[in-house]
C-alpha cells in the first residue's frame, strides 16, 4: 500500500465544484477496471442531495478528501438515520459511498471525519457501508471483482476490506449475491411444497389499475417480512413510492408477482431489468444521447439479465410448511416472465449469509454464489 507524505484535506461538499469532484472520483479510480460501471451521476445526486424520500427521516453530509496538489483522492458520507434510533435505540450511525486512494491516510482521514461528524450527532457506534440506508446499496464488495455489478448493487477495489479494518472497523455481517438461470427445472421437493397450499394460493402479476394499493400491501408484506433481520429499517410510504416509480418505470409488469392466499396477500417477488448493461459506457451521464439509448434498450433489445432487489413472505408463513412453497412460487412465475424476454441470467441479491432458509431455496433451484459484500462495525 503506498504512503503519502503529504497532509490530506478533508472538506465538506458544500459547492458545484467539490460536488462533481464527490461524483466523478470514481472515475479515476476504476480507470483501469474493466468491471465497473459509472453509476448515473443525476441519480446519485438526487439520493445525496436531492428528492430522496430517505432524506425526509436521516441527516447526510458528504466529503470530498484532497492532496498537497488540491486533487480529489477520496470520499465518504455519514448518515445519522432518525427512524433508526426510533426502531432500535443503539446510538448507531452510519458511513456510505466510500473510496479512496492507495493511500492509508486517506482512509483515515476520511474516517476520521465522519466519526466525528457521527458524535456530533449523538452517536456512539458506526456501520456501512451503508449508500445511503439499509434499504439502497449495501455493503462492501469482498468477493466478485470479475465481473461487472447488477442493477442498484455496488463494486468495490479488493484492497478496500484491508483499508477499513486498518482503521479499526470489524467485520459484522457478510450479504451474498446469487446467480440463477431463470430456465431452471424445478426440483420436486419445490414443487411438492408449491402444491401444499393447494386451491387457496393464486399467484398474480401486480394489477396496475390500483397501483397505489398495491405497492400500499407490497411495502405491508416486505416490512412485515423484513422486520427481524439484521438493521432493519422500515420503508416509510414516501420512499416506497419512490421505489414504485422505479419499478413501474423500468419493469414490465409481470416482473412483479404477489401470491395471495385465501384472497389475503402473503408474499411477492420483483425483478428488474439489470440498466447496467445498458448505461456501460455512458461515463455516469444520460446527456445527449443517452436517454434515447436506455429508453430503446429497455423497450426494444431488452437487457438479458436482471436482478431480484425486493422479495418478501409474510412472518406468520415463515416457519410453516407453506412458507418456503410461497416463496418458490412467486419466484416461479417471475421466471417465466424473465425468460418469455430472453433474459438469460438472475442476480438475487442480497441476502444475508445466515438466512439459511432462503440461501436453501435458491441453491435449490441451481443458484450459485457469486459475489459477496460486507458490512462492518466500529464503537465510536
Known amino acids: 500500500m503506498k504512503r503519502s507524505d503529504n497532509a490530506i484535506r478533508v472538506l465538506?461538499?458544500?459547492?458545484?465544484?467539490?460536488?462533481?469532484?464527490?461524483?466523478?472520483?470514481?472515475?479515476?479510480l476504476y480507470a483501469g477496471d474493466p468491471h465497473w460501471i459509472a453509476p448515473l451521476e443525476f441519480e446519485l445526486r438526487e439520493r445525496v442531495w436531492g428528492s430522496n424520500p430517505y432524506l425526509l427521516h436521516a441527516s447526510v453530509q458528504a466529503w470530498v478528501a484532497y492532496d498537497a496538489s488540491d486533487r480529489p483522492v477520496g470520499r465518504i458520507t455519514a448518515q445519522w438515520d432518525q427512524l433508526h434510533q426510533d426502531?432500535?435505540?443503539?446510538?448507531?450511525?452510519?458511513?456510505?459511498?466510500?473510496?479512496?486512494?492507495?493511500?492509508?491516510?486517506?482512509?483515515?482521514?476520511?474516517?476520521?471525519?465522519?466519526?466525528?461528524?457521527?458524535?456530533?450527532?449523538?452517536?456512539?457506534?458506526?456501520?456501512?457501508?451503508?449508500?445511503?440506508?439499509?434499504?439502497?446499496?449495501?455493503?462492501?464488495?469482498?468477493?466478485?471483482?470479475?465481473?461487472?455489478?447488477?442493477?442498484?448493487?455496488?463494486?468495490?477495489?479488493?484492497?478496500y476490506d484491508?483499508?477499513?479494518?486498518?482503521?479499526?472497523l470489524l467485520p459484522a455481517k457478510d450479504l451474498l449475491a446469487y446467480r440463477v438461470a431463470p430456465d431452471f427445472q424445478a426440483p420436486r421437493v419445490m414443487k411438492r411444497l408449491a402444491e401444499a397450499g393447494g386451491a387457496s394460493v393464486r399467484v398474480r402479476p401486480l394489477d396496475t389499475r390500483n397501483r397505489e394499493r398495491e405497492l400500499a400491501l407490497i411495502r405491508d408484506i416486505f416490512n412485515d417480512a423484513w422486520s427481524r433481520n439484521y438493521g432493519f429499517v422500515p420503508f416509510t410510504e414516501e420512499e416506497?413510492?419512490?421505489?414504485?416509480?422505479?419499478?413501474?418505470?423500468?419493469?414490465?409488469?409481470?416482473?412483479?408477482?404477489?401470491?395471495?392466499?385465501?384472497?389475503?396477500?402473503?408474499?411477492?417477488?420483483?425483478?428488474?431489468?439489470?440498466?447496467?448493461?445498458?448505461?456501460?459506457?455512458?461515463?455516469?451521464?444520460?446527456?445527449?444521447?443517452?436517454?434515447?439509448?436506455?429508453?430503446?434498450?429497455?423497450?426494444?433489445?431488452?437487457?438479458?439479465?436482471?436482478?431480484?432487489?425486493?422479495?418478501?413472505?409474510?412472518?406468520?408463513f415463515q416457519h410453516s410448511r407453506l412458507g418456503p412453497g410461497l416463496a418458490f412460487l412467486v419466484i416461479d412465475a417471475v421466471r417465466k416472465s424473465l425468460c418469455a424476454r430472453g433474459v438469460r441470467e438472475v442476480e438475487m441479491s442480497w441476502i444475508l449469509e445466515d438466512n439459511s432458509g432462503m440461501r436453501s431455496i435458491i441453491e435449490a433451484i441451481g443458484g450459485q454464489l457469486y459475489k459477496r459484500y460486507r458490512l462492518y462495525e466500529m464503537e465510536l
Open 87 to 159: 426502531m432500535h435505540g443503539d446510538q448507531r450511525g452510519a458511513f456510505g459511498l466510500f473510496e479512496a486512494a492507495d493511500d492509508p491516510a486517506v482512509t483515515s482521514a476520511l474516517m476520521d471525519v465522519a466519526a466525528a461528524w457521527l458524535r456530533s450527532q449523538g452517536a456512539r457506534r458506526l456501520r456501512g457501508p451503508l449508500n445511503l440506508s439499509v434499504n439502497e446499496e449495501c455493503g462492501l464488495l469482498v468477493e466478485g471483482f470479475d465481473s461487472p455489478p447488477c442493477v442498484m448493487m455496488g463494486h468495490g477495489l479488493p484492497r
Open 12 to 28: 465538506p461538499v458544500d459547492s458545484r465544484s467539490r460536488r462533481n469532484d464527490f461524483l466523478r472520483l470514481p472515475s479515476q
Open 162 to 168: 484491508a483499508a477499513l479494518q486498518s482503521v479499526g
Open 240 to 316: 416506497f413510492a419512490d421505489v414504485g416509480k422505479m419499478v413501474t418505470l423500468l419493469s414490465p409488469t409481470d416482473y412483479v408477482q404477489i401470491a395471495e392466499v385465501d384472497g389475503e396477500p402473503a408474499a411477492f417477488i420483483v425483478a428488474m431489468p439489470n440498466i447496467n448493461e445498458l448505461i456501460r459506457g455512458f461515463g455516469g451521464r444520460l446527456l445527449p444521447l443517452g436517454w434515447l439509448k436506455l429508453l430503446w434498450g429497455l423497450k426494444v433489445r431488452h437487457p438479458r439479465s436482471a436482478r431480484v432487489p425486493l422479495m418478501g413472505v409474510r412472518q406468520s
